[in-house]
């Protein structure tokens, strides 16, 4: 069965400090793996989108990485700001015809 | 304001009502998706559009949810006889699909926040 398992559920982190978030896929065929981020009562915005045969992609402080043989994923957020709160989607379109995969989310709060 | 636009927002109604939300994507845009999301989960996929042409939709899709796009442009998906079942976060994404690219990259929509009291 095609899933998207993300960890932490939640996360509280102290501003400017960095944090990493994980996603763990069982999708096969494997066509492209995204991150959103989602605003509390907003639609999800793109952050990165990775290829199997992309490693890692930056977004100014958002770098994500991809390793496609263990089927893992994670996202980096550098010197967290108070703005970064929200929860963090990963996402995996499976094949050329598949629709997207969500996982449920990693809710990210920053406290000052 | 150039993205995808849903209305309304918030929609509040009695179970047994009928809803009916509208979804305008990004011009130009050839493909439109529906998704609910409920609290504390990701979206999960309704149906989405090619142009006019509905070409898939999931079995979450029951009898009483319609969906339509009638001219290529703007959707709308219908809840007839509304349950508390469908309260939840309604999300329209529009992509440009082409056969050159694998992203295919998905926009989404504010959504639109349903309560079926």
């Known amino acids: 069965k095609n899933q998207v398992e993300q960890s932490p559920q939640s996360l509280i982190i102290l501003e400017r400090k960095n944090c990493t978030l994980q996603?763990?896929?069982?999708?096969?065929?494997?066509?492209?793996l995204r991150w959103y981020k989602q605003d509390t009562g907003r639609g999800p915005v793109s952050l990165t989108i990775m290829t199997f045969s992309e490693n890692t992609k930056s977004n100014g402080r958002y770098t994500a990485t991809l390793d496609a043989d263990t089927k893992q994923s994670s996202l980096h957020i550098t010197a967290s700001q108070l703005s970064d709160s929200a929860s963090y989607i990963c996402?995996?379109?499976?094949?050329?015809?598949?629709?997207?995969?969500f996982g449920k989310g990693t809710k990210l709060s920053v406290k000052p | 304001d150039t993205g995808v636009s849903q209305d309304p927002r918030h929609k509040i109604t009695k179970r047994g009502q009928n809803v009916t939300f509208r979804c305008d994507p990004i011009?130009?845009?050839?493909?439109l998706y529906w998704y609910r999301q409920t609290l504390g989960q990701g979206p999960e996929f309704l149906t989405y559009?090619?142009?006019?042409?509905?070409?898939?939709k999931s079995r979450l899709l029951s009898d009483r949810f319609s969906a339509e796009r009638p001219k290529g442009s703007f959707s709308t998906l219908e809840i007839q006889r509304t349950e508390q079942g469908d309260s939840a976060m309604y999300l329209c994404?529009?992509?440009?699909?082409?056969?050159?690219?694998?992203?295919?990259?998905?926009?989404f929509g504010p959504g639109t926040r349903l309560t079926v009291l």
């Open positions: 559009f090619q142009n006019e042409a509905q070409l898939e």
């Open positions: 996402v995996v379109k499976p094949g050329s015809q598949g629709n997207l995969i």
């Open positions: 996603c763990n896929y069982t999708v096969s065929p494997f066509s492209n």
């Open positions: 994404a529009s992509s440009l699909a082409r056969y050159d690219s694998s992203y295919n990259e998905q926009f």
């Open positions: 011009s130009e845009h050839n493909r």
